[in-house]
């Protein structure tokens, strides 16, 4: 079986844990860096080999893939589960392959000093790379991009077509993020031979392929390989502190300019690390905090290197948002206000695609959280794609950045090859999206089993390494134990609590709701004196069941679920309540049960993006919450449709009384 095969490749990886090399910053174009799209049809092969290791006892690699055998045309971004009728493929669990042949541009390859990367946005969950038979890279851990330097391999023959060919495995096993055991049937009464299933303990369905757009991008042979950004606030001065690793072995020059949206410069910099100050700094604001939310600056940093054959610059920008982050007593403050999460819980999720990247649907989804006055979301269970995260700077919606480390449930996903496996891939994620003004907490796992006393160690360990990792946000894990058995809330900045009363107990119960809430919330606080966030609560619908009086699966049970729910919000919300998340923002697929209707339908939108009575419901809390802290006349503006400074008409905020940020 495959879990083998990849545990052996993996070994190699794991012993380098806690080693990250080099920077991942975005691709973008600039006067020095050119990129090359790889998204569409890729060939691709599932191996339906016993062992599943028929592609690498043959060197599929080797040679062009349909040379091996037949073929399936498979689109790059999406999952390859639900591409086709054939249900094996659905739930193929081992190793699929996937190739492209691609024409490097003459410009690239005919430049020594030109530098080609190969960049894969997600693999889930092990991947193999090789580019023209010649292994070029591999990576553990889906939902977070890889990259490896082909130039020499796509240069060697100018003009002519370049193979690439991706090996990818979704086995997961207790030590990867999320686990999963494979169990094997060895009854011959009731299975066939060589029969296995993969097991999870997390409720969405385990997608697999390419997910992420697939990218060739050039940068010079000295180029910025990475950038630190920092921001503080002095006053009405905004300070971005900056630290700039560049691979170069030469001598040279760093130069960096701060823009405001006007294209006027507002600071200048020099050299590695320094500070730049901004007078009557424009601050990131979340959405409905502020009438100019999520303003952000352009940092372009300039590398000059003198070699001997000549000049070579690189050029780099990076969006900059101006702002702060503390948790102070029970309060969460973003630039030094009260912060109350009114948000959702959401998936990479959609029909056909499954967790592919897709701008139609991210582009929806934001129109939709900016229609229901939602200000934040959680990445439940992973980190969701780099695209994602900059609509978030852009439109300024807030976000808990959670990694994979959802169901870890077995006492062995707890010990030092998981805690090393965890680390890293907290490693991976700060890289990732540590200059994004939007992220403004860390979220080490999802509902793990905190009562464990291994729980202890592994949890202090995490956080204490994430928070040296980033010393600018707070650090939690999201948890359904007794408050009294949880072994890992000591370490947390805020407590993160789901919960699902009168759902999954005192079913049809709709009057316990608010008691037990209460009961819950009192609890936790007394407990750690900690800031709480209702990460998750809710109750499945299916579209158009109605029932009066309410019962379960109806629309109208969903909206008393919430609304008693909010009974309770509203009790603790002016104390130390910071914030609620609904689970869930859409219904999404999951692995079949008799407990599941194809899928897990606590969604206020269908899979398809339409609302049911709960999203309506939602929707005028919202708002009204958001009018709490805004002036009227601005919330009744519908920002949603676009993000826009108010005019001067529209703005009612000045003035003695008006809104000031």
Known sequence: ????????????????????????????????????????????????????????????????????????????????????????????????????QVVVPQSWAQNPGTRVMLRIGSAHYYAIVWVNGVHVAEHEGGHLPFE??????????????????????????????????????????????????????????????????????????????????????????????????????????????????????????????????????????????????????????TLTVQTGAGIVSDVYTLPVGIRTVQVVNSRFLINGKPFYFHGVNKHEDADVRGKGFDWALVMKDFNLLRWLGANSFRTSHYPYAEEVMQLCDRYGIVVIDECPGVGIILPESFGNISLNHHLEVMEELVRRDKNHPSVVMWSVANEPVSSLKSAAYYFKTLITHTKALDPTRPVTFVSNAKPELDLGAPYVDVICINSYYSWYHDFGHLEVIRLQANTNFEIWYKLYQKPIIQT?????????????????????????????????????????VIGELIWNFADFMTDQSPLRVVGNKKGIFTRQRQPKEAAFLLKERYWRIANETMHPCLAAIPQYLENQPLTKEQNCLSGPKGFLP
């Open 1 to 100: 079986m495959a879990p083998g095969l990849w545990l052996g490749w993996a070994g190699a990886l794991w012993a380098g844990a806690l080693a990250l090399e080099g920077g991942m910053l975005y691709p973008r174009e600039s006067p020095s860096r050119e990129r090359k799209d790889l998204s569409g049809l890729w060939d691709f092969r599932a191996d339906f080999s016993e062992d599943r290791n028929q592609g690498f006892r043959e060197r599929w690699y080797q040679k062009p893939l349909r040379e091996s055998g037949p073929v399936l045309d498979m689109p790059v971004p999406a999952s390859f589960n639900d591409m086709g009728q054939d249900y094996k493929l659905r739930s193929f669990i081992g190793w699929v392959w996937y190739e492209r």
């Open 536 to 576: 998750e609560y809710g109750a499945d619908s299916i579209p158009g069941f109605h029932q009066d009086p309410p019962l379960m699966f109806s629309e109208e049970y969903h909206k008393s679920v919430l609304q008693q729910y909010h009974l309770a919000l509203d009790q603790k919300r002016k104390d130390y």
């Open 148 to 301: 490896a330097d082909v130039s020499r391999l796509v240069q060697s023959n100018p003009g002519e077509l370049s193979r690439i060919t991706v090996a990818i495995n979704n086995t997961l096993t207790p030590h990867t993020l999320p686990p999963g055991i494979i169990e094997h049937k060895t009854d011959s009464s009731r299975y066939p031979k060589n029969y296995f299933v993969q097991s999870t303990n997390f409720d969405f369905f385990n997608y697999a392929g390419l997910h992420r757009p697939v990218l060739l991008y050039t940068t010079p042979s000295f180029y910025i390989d990475d950038i630190t950004i920092t921001t503080e606030v002095d006053g009405s001065t905004g300070l971005v502190n900056y630290e700039v690793a560049v691979s170069s072995s030469e001598y040279f020059e760093l130069e960096l300019l701060l823009w405001d949206k006007a294209g006027t410069v507002v600071a200048k910099g020099a050299g590695t690390q320094g500070q730049l100050k901004v007078p009557n700094a424009q601050l990131w604001w979340p959405y409905l905090m502020h009438e100019q939310p999520a303003y952000l600056y352009s940092l372009e940093v």
